[in-house]
């Protein structure tokens, strides 16, 4: 892909905007950001049409953001997706780049300049607290000053009991032999102030304050670690919820003709209490057990921008709340992400900019488009190695469309996602094309039946083909 071209392309269309946003955006010179990344959080939320989960904060968040309906994840896996829009830069399978959860950006991807590191580099104070990067010695050069953390991020499951992960006590026989993990969920009867991710709230809080007082803009990040596996929050947040009226999925069965490369994810079977996952009682368990640990996040993130307001700085700093890729929760028997199904690759994204406009846009984004975007907006100099495009001018008027589909890779397989479609290949090592899976989104919105071997379709997957091949090209 062509950054320099693409760049140029979007200040094209900045230009024919009315004379009124331009102006808006000026008077916000040297702009904040607030960058908010969610672990494991899939758009089941208020501004995303769902009555299930209770997130009045981000839900009021959404009342001044511009809301993408329509944002992808390009790898879904929380290391690899991570690397990859902190980088700007796509995973390419083929070269081993961004390709699991353990990636590292600076072996994967050595020298280039990240996100944060072009705000750095230009001027800003730039700050990471909890989980940004998945790993909290990956890029320490991308701040100014050694990343925060509350506790190992990752390390041996043994000593977990010692950061206290669990509150409740657990027992040799609810340890997982082989992972040391404790059980899927726990529902205890303590205080926010007993959790990571709360810790991480209150020290976004106090940063914010100091922040203020430098007289110089900062990149404030803050990544939240639930409702990432174990699903574990505070019993009141539990509490929020009717076992009883909580619905499971209505397709709790493997897709028609689904190819044999497109599995569950394994993840939730390192910890116990998860004999029978197919079980009702486990998929209302488990989706309950979920909904608290996004409600106590949507508490922190409330804090969080509660705080900026009090100190007045809404009104000069972006804000963006993400979720680094989706989560099947029981559709089709899955839980977890790492499958090219939309449940899995299918994230929120919400951008708060002062100067633009507010409401839901249809335009499909991917997350290689977040680093130009926001260097865009604060009048970054864009690196060369860019391969998102800016969606700038969406944020300035959500009708603009952005993209006419996304690109998304996991394993061997290569994904295609538009508004009314989402086509998949997957190859062996000899190149050889082994499955391929169509779903009409028009008809099939919850991705029940492959339709990849219909004549009818086949014009479609030709056209779908030659997208692949030349997004295959720019990597």
Not at 127 to 135: E, P, Q
């Amino acid at each position: 892909m062509n950054c320099i071209l693409d760049s140029i392309a979007s200040k094209v269309v900045l230009s024919s905007l009315p004379c009124l946003c331009i102006s808006a955006l000026q008077a916000q010179e040297k702009m904040n950001v607030l960058f908010i990344v969610v672990d494991d959080l899939r758009p089941e939320l208020g501004c995303y049409g769902s009555d299930a989960v209770i997130t009045p904060n981000i839900d009021a968040m959404a009342d001044q953001s511009v809301v993408f309906q329509n944002a992808y994840c390009n790898v879904p896996v929380s290391g690899a997706s991570r690397a990859s829009l902190l980088t700007g830069v796509y995973p390419d399978f083929s070269k081993k780049r961004f390709v699991d959860a353990e990636t590292y950006a600076q072996e994967d991807l050595p020298g280039v300049v990240t996100l944060p590191q072009a705000f750095k580099n230009n001027g800003y104070y730039t700050v990471s607290l909890g989980k940004v990067f998945h790993h909290h010695d990956d890029r320490v050069d991308s701040w100014s000053e050694i990343p925060w953390i509350v506790s190992p991020a990752s390390g041996d499951w043994a000593l977990y009991n010692k950061w206290n992960i669990w509150k409740n006590e657990v027992s040799d026989k609810d340890l997982n032999p082989k992972s040391h993990r404790g059980p899927y969920c726990e529902a205890a009867d303590v205080a926010d102030s007993c959790y990571e991710d709360n810790r991480i709230a209150q020290k976004a809080v106090e940063e914010l304050g100091r922040l203020k007082e430098k007289q110089q803009p900062f990149f404030l990040a803050v990544g939240f670690r639930k409702p990432h596996l174990p699903f574990i929050a505070p019993k009141k947040y539990w509490d929020l919820y009717k076992r009883e009226e909580i619905k499971m999925a209505d397709n709790r069965y493997r897709p028609d003709g689904l190819p044999r490369q497109v599995q569950s994810s394994r993840e939730i079977y390192q910890y116990t209490h998860t004999d029978n996952t197919s079980l009702d009682a486990f998929h209302q368990e488990a989706r309950h057990a979920y909904y608290a640990c996004a409600s106590f996040i949507d508490a922190q993130v409330g804090l969080v921008l509660d705080e900026l307001k009090r100190l007045h700085l809404q009104d000069n700093t972006i804000v963006v709340l993400l979720g680094d890729h989706g989560w099947h929760l029981g559709e089709h028997d899955f839980w977890g992400k790492h499958t090219l199904m939309k449940q899995s690759t299918h994230a929120p994204l919400l951008v708060s900019l002062p100067g633009g406009k507010y409401g839901d846009t249809e335009s499909i984004v991917e997350f290689v488009d977040i680093y130009p975007s926001l260097c865009e907006a604060c009048d970054i100099p864009l690196p060369e190695h860019l391969q998102g495009k800016s969606f700038l001018p969406t944020l300035l008027d959500p009708g603009k469309m952005h993209r006419d589909y996304a690109f998304i890779q996991w394993g061997k397989g290569v994904n295609l996602v538009t508004l009314d479609y989402s086509y998949a290949e997957w190859y062996d090592n000899s190149k050889n094309l082994v499955g391929k899976m169509l779903f009409d989104h028009q008809t099939d919105p919850e991705e029940n039946r492959n339709v990849a071997g219909e004549i009818k379709y086949q014009n479609f997957i030709k056209r779908f083909k030659s997208y692949l091949e030349k997004s295959i090209s720019n990597l």
